[in-house]
């Protein structure tokens, strides 16, 4: 596709369900980013993926929050028993490589946890 | 602690004026610096990368101009217009962590008629 996909666009969840969220990269990007935005706050980083090296996963919360990204392709973002502070706009975005290029950003997945 | 700072936080300017947005960060030891912007509800849009060998990037009425010695980037918005009312953030790739871009909270513009 053109841009970064990500799915779904929103999302209502019951306290203590798990969700999934899914994102599309830019086709070629080798590298991909979750980022979390709580409403009026900054960026969080969360977790990035570069080819098939080993995610780095340090911004990650806590154990709730896990990512798969097979090779270059698709990747998703679950989080398990969800509480009401993780309802954030949940942002993917990807690039060629890790250093040197300009980053895009998706729409984002707009969380709400009731 | 490796940090970006942005200021103002909010600013409100007529249309057609100049303006500066800042940008300041912690340590000058960095990959790139990226400007953005983010409508209400929306992702964010790329607006201009420096690299870290780059002074400035130009794209039509943006200018972000680098000074990695003093950790200071500035946007320059020529001749503003209500479509320029934005969230504006600076991101930027810290050597040494090279997998994210450390965010700013952002300038939060409104160009009014």
């Known amino acids: 596709g053109a841009g970064v996909s990500q799915s779904p666009s929103n999302k209502v969840t019951e306290k203590g369900k798990d969700v999934e969220l899914r994102c599309d990269p830019i086709?070629?990007?080798?590298?991909l980013y979750w980022y979390r935005q709580r409403l009026g706050q900054g960026l969080e980083f969360l977790i990035y993926?570069?080819?098939?090296?080993?995610?780095?996963k340090s911004g990650l919360p806590s154990d709730r929050f896990s990512a798969e990204r097979t090779g270059e392709s698709v990747s998703t973002l679950t989080i398990q028993r969800t509480q009401q502070e993780d309802s954030a706009v949940y942002l993917c975005?990807?690039?060629?490589?890790?250093?040197?290029?300009?980053?895009?950003f998706g729409e984002g997945s707009w969380l709400t946890v009731v | 602690k490796q940090e970006v700072t942005q200021i103002p936080a909010a600013l409100s300017v007529p249309e057609g004026e100049n303006l500066v947005l800042n940008c300041s960060f912690t340590?000058?030891?960095?990959?790139?610096l990226q400007w953005f912007r983010q409508d209400p509800g929306k992702g964010l849009t790329s607006l201009l990368l420096?690299?870290?060998?780059?002074r400035e990037q130009t794209s039509g009425r943006l200018n972000a101009s680098l000074d990695k010695s003093s950790g200071r980037s500035t946007l320059y918005i020529a001749a503003s217009q209500p479509g320029d009312s934005a969230t504006y953030l600076c991101?930027?790739?810290?050597?040494?962590?090279?997998?994210?871009?450390?965010f700013g909270t952002g300038t939060r513009l409104q160009v009014t008629l």
């Open positions: 975005a990807s690039s060629f490589e890790v250093s040197g290029n300009t980053i895009y």
């Open positions: 086709s070629g990007h080798t590298a």
């Open positions: 993926f570069q080819g098939n090296s080993a995610p780095d």
């Open positions: 340590d000058s030891a960095i990959y790139n």
């Open positions: 420096i690299q870290s060998s780059q």
């Open positions: 991101a930027v790739k810290f050597a040494g962590t090279a997998s994210k871009l450390t």
